[in-house]
């Protein structure tokens, strides 16, 4: 595999997704099924992502992270908005004509032991892409190109013939990536994919992403609830509440100096390794629940929990205000 930097075919901006919508209906009723609302896991989403960057996808567990990814790969129906990749608006494509693009969209999955089939050695596991493309023909090249896969990602070749539960949770995760550059793809979704990992693993496969990324010109979108880690490896940030994007910011510009109030008590939340400057410093926690995604409360979403709330934030929904230099930010104290 060779870096994908000469693609200059390509268009620059791998994708753009435009207020992107998934809504699940709730039903009701043992015998006439009626729908009596609908969860808003995803509500209005938009987003550029540019070629060989990472987009770093935070916010707590529930605000629909994980839906938007697996809405962009088309892995859920989209309730509306647009999704449009390298150029092709894919947002009505049925799987048959998802099939060819699935080979340039890829994804890991949070769980690297529960995201593997068991009873596959791990040759199958990463060779499964290119059989299920038809990429498989040459048996000889089939295994050069697994053996190739495995070392790319810090394995040895011969543990092509083993079963995922014969590794360590790291080494699963490893097993995952590779599998997900089998058909060399421009764009990589990785779901909380350091999540389940020891601290100490972590950063080990977090460098891995990044390694590979400049070896292969990989465009990533990197969805984590820790801030620690999507700062290592972003260059852009996009904090979601709710179903929506409150800000989004280069990764220098939200860290140096986030504008939302909820980036702000994220990133508060971090902590400091030296407990003098920990304890000194002002603690700003985030009181209350997350409302229901079935009925978001009026006006801004982070009204009923926001420390510095205002009355328009009670009845106005604040849209997304560009701040200049990429940034743009969801929040009437920076104007409407």
Do not use: W
């Not at 919508?21 to 550029?48: I, N």
């Not at 894919?90 to 999955?109: E, H, K, L, N, T």
């Not at 990197?222 to 910011?249: K, N, P, Q, T």
């Amino acid at each position: 595999m060779t870096s994908s930097a000469p693609d200059a075919g390509l268009p620059r901006t791998v994708l753009e997704v435009r207020d992107l919508k998934v809504h699940f209906p709730v039903m009701a009723g043992a015998v006439l099924r009626r729908q009596v609302g609908s969860v808003k896991a995803v509500d209005g989403v938009s987003f550029d992502v540019r070629r060989g960057e990472t987009l770093g996808l935070v916010g707590e567990s529930g605000c629909g992270k994980s839906t938007t990814g697996l809405a962009v790969l088309k892995m859920l129906d989209i309730t509306s908005g647009q999704v449009v990749f390298e150029g092709e608006d894919i947002s009505g494509y049925d799987r048959a004509r998802m099939r060819p693009i699935r080979r340039r969209m890829q994804m890991v999955y949070q769980d690297p032991f529960g995201s593997l089939n068991p009873r596959m050695k791990v040759a199958e596991i990463v060779g499964e892409p290119l059989e299920v493309h038809g990429m498989a023909t040459d048996r000889a090249v089939y295994r050069e190109r697994v053996a190739s896969l495995l070392d790319m990602v810090g394995l040895l070749p011969d543990m092509a013939d083993r079963y995922p539960h014969e590794f360590s949770g790291g080494q699963r995760q490893r097993i995952g990536i590779a599998r997900a550059l089998a058909l060399e793809p421009s764009l990589i979704i990785c779901d909380e994919p350091v999540s389940a990992l020891d601290v100490s693993i972590q950063a080990q496969v977090v460098n891995l992403f990044q390694e590979l990324q400049e070896r292969l010109g990989l465009t990533y979108i990197f969805i984590a609830h820790d801030l620690a880690v999507v700062r290592h490896i972003s260059h852009r940030i996009a904090v979601m509440y709710l179903g929506r994007i409150v800000e989004i910011a280069s990764r220098a510009d939200l860290y140096a100096r986030p504008l939302h109030p909820y980036t702000e008590a994220l990133l508060a939340a971090i902590p400091i390794p030296d407990p003098e400057v920990e304890a000194s410093r002002p603690q700003q926690i985030i009181t209350g629940e997350v409302p229901s995604a079935m009925r978001p409360p009026p006006g801004c979403r982070f009204h009923t929990r926001c420390p510095r709330v205002m009355e328009v934030c009670r009845s106005v929904d604040p849209s997304m205000r560009d701040m200049g230099d990429g940034r743009a930010v969801a929040c009437h104290l920076h104007g409407r």
